[in-house]
């Protein structure tokens, strides 16, 4: 789930929420998020750089935010989240995809369940 699903440059905040609607616990990485942008009908990969490793379960009913600022002060969104905002200038107007991925109790990993989600940022591409 995003909120908003749209924004504008030179500064705008999303808000992704992960929602397990399910009576069983989701492994996941908080850290192991993905932002893509669409650019002439592909997907180009955004951030993060670096990923640490800590496996995080939700449980049935839980909930995990990341908070995306853009317009921030840092150079880029590489290796934050897991409840830190993450905060980038480097971003243009376009479509983006903010995704994570993670596998449900009794579900094997290689078997993972990708989730994503669309917003738009309003300005110069």
Known sequence: MAEPRSGGLPAATFRFSLVNDSDRRFAYNPYDWGLW????GSWFYVAPRIVPQPLSFLPPGGTETWTL???GDDESAAGEGAGDAITTDRL?????AFETDGSFEGQRYTESTRLAVRFVLSGDP
């Open 37 to 40: 942008k669409r650019v002439d």
């Open 69 to 71: 600022v853009v317009g």
């Open 92 to 96: 243009g107007g376009g479509t983006y």
